[in-house]
């Protein structure tokens, strides 16, 4: 992150340009840090939070330690009382905290703090998306849920496509319905007291429907057995007497024979009655 900007150059045409020896970084960053990493120890965050962006939250306050880069020595340090004319934005502090350490610690320019804290300061800010991320979840762990609301939120969870689906084939096994539960309820956070209830309605639910389909699984195979049998006994009895053949001919000799197979006309008869002759066979085979 680059925090220099009008106003930060605006504040440091008052710091001589002229420069005496190498700049020491680690006098500059013992500088910088005792107005930007007070308590980083217990704090990890405390440079961004001072000296980086206002939405890392406010610092916390301690009178049991300063910071721990100051060391004993005070030469190269913002004191106390300097300290109380510290603005509390972090970016207005940033520019402060810089103009006072130039001062302070000679042969150091407004680039040597842009190259050597600025890394610093977004490392901070990186801890402090962390912490804020925990703070969250344990703000989030300790409301109040009813009931309702976590057997909806698990619910959801399970049946999604990616786990159980809606009728849990996903989850015909134990194992899985056991892993995919487990895992929703760690996203549903403050439930804990519901989760047996949840589980014995869900595990319910889950049987349910797996019992449903396989009676409607078993329905269709008994639909198509029946449907079978009654064309296999359709087909039986119109080969009773020949009846299938004949009525085969019957249709050749209307659809298919110029003289419809009338008398005079053997040979068209004779035609149709090999056409159908198949059902001889077939016939047999349905005995």
Do not use: H
């Not at 013992?30 to 962006?53: E, F, H, K, M, T």
């Not at 340090?77 to 001062?103: F, H």
């Not at 015909?172 to 319905?177: G, N, P």
């Not at 595990?203 to 449907?227: E, P």
């Amino acid at each position: 992150m680059k925090i220099r900007d009008f106003i930060f150059f605006g504040c440091l045409m008052c710091v001589p340009t002229l420069v005496y020896g190498a700049c020491s970084v680690a006098n500059l960053t013992r500088c910088l840090d005792s107005a930007c990493a007070i308590n980083i120890g217990a704090n990890p965050a405390a440079r961004c939070q001072y000296c980086g962006s206002a939405s890392a939250g406010t610092p916390t306050k301690s009178t049991t330690m300063r910071n721990i880069s100051v060391g004993t020595s005070t030469k190269y340090i913002i004191s106390d009382k300097e300290l109380k004319n510290a603005p509390s934005d972090p970016g207005a502090r940033y520019v402060w905290a810089t103009e006072q350490c130039l001062k302070k610690v000679s042969g150091c320019t407004p680039d040597d703090v842009t190259d050597n804290y600025d890394k610093l300061i977004e490392q901070s800010c990186t801890a402090a998306g962390i912490a804020t991320e925990f703070t969250n979840l344990a703000q989030q762990a300790n409301e109040k849920k009813s009931q309702s609301s976590c057997s909806s939120e698990i619910t959801t969870c399970i049946v999604d496509a990616k786990r159980c689906t809606a009728d849990y084939r996903k989850c015909e096994s134990d194992t899985e319905f056991d892993r995919y539960f487990s895992e929703c309820s760690v996203l549903s956070v403050g439930c804990d007291e519901f989760l047996t209830k949840i589980r014995s309605s869900l595990t319910s639910a889950r049987n349910t429907s797996i019992a449903n389909a396989t009676k409607l699984l078993q329905n269709i195979i008994n639909s198509y057995k029946k449907t079978r049998e009654q064309k296999l006994a359709t087909a039986q009895a119109s080969c009773t007497g020949g009846k299938a053949k004949q009525d085969c001919i019957a249709r050749v000799c209307k659809n298919n024979m110029r003289n419809k197979c009338d008398i005079g006309f053997d040979y068209e008869k004779t035609v149709a009655e090999q056409l159908c002759k198949f059902y001889d066979t077939a016939c047999e085979r349905l005995k």
